[in-house]
């Protein structure tokens, strides 16, 4: 079992300013990367709150490295996998270039079988965009199945929901059938039929009852 490669991290910075747009991911079809073989599942990280480290009241913070490859050795995942760094970014500053960069690395991958750990507050949005590069018609990747997990809380608090989180969607993505799907409280959901209900902390169907 391998991690990625490390990057510099970026400088600390606050949750101000966030920017977002919406293009869509090119749709042609890539080959896969050279490997030296095959992983069973490849881990792409594109940040998120699973890897803040905060540094005061004021939610000062940075994105640190990767939680994903401790959490399953100290788990002790015997699942061959590989860890990507691909991203390191709070969910709401990925750009339409960053949606792209995790659909090609995806569609490259050597493994049918990807899992990428991203923030939630945009989730819902890159998910439904890997659905319609990977495996719309014409699709890049449509024998993949990718899930897309995070955490409501970083995965070095020690209440935070993150071991749960992952290795939920690291059963999930073995088993699942090929396309995309989001890892969360507990459930599995598809792109179209899913929301982050931000009062409540909580992904849910759109259909889902108001909690008492």
């Not at 990367?33 to 881990?43: K, T």
């Not at 070095?156 to 969360?184: C, E, H, W």
């Amino acid at each position: 079992m391998t991690q990625g490669p490390s990057r510099a991290l970026p400088a600390r910075r606050t949750a101000a300013a966030h920017s977002a747009n919406t293009r869509r991911p090119p749709r042609s079809r890539t080959p896969p990367l050279p490997h030296s073989h095959a992983v069973a599942v490849q881990i792409l990280t594109a940040g998120g709150t699973i890897d803040k480290l905060y540094f005061d009241a004021r939610s000062e913070y940075e994105v640190g490295e990767p939680q994903i490859g401790k959490i399953l050795r100290e788990a002790g995942v015997t699942v061959d996998y590989d860890v990507e760094v691909v991203l390191q970014k709070d969910s709401l500053d990925l750009t339409d270039a960053d949606r792209r960069r995790l659909a090609e690395r995806a569609a490259r991958t050597g493994a049918r079988q990807v899992l990428i750990t991203h923030g939630t507050d945009t989730m819902v949005r890159t998910a439904r965009t890997l659905e319609d590069a990977l495996h719309s018609e014409g699709g890049a990747a449509p024998d993949k199945t990718v899930v897309l997990v995070g955490s409501l809380s970083p995965a070095r608090f020690k209440s935070s929901d993150a071991v749960f989180n992952i290795g939920f969607a690291t059963a999930a993505v073995q088993t699942l059938p090929p396309g995309v799907y989001l890892a969360m409280n507990g459930q599995v959901f598809r792109p179209g039929d899913v929301r982050k209900n931000h009062e409540a902390n909580r992904f849910e169907r759109p259909d889902a009852p108001e909690e008492r």
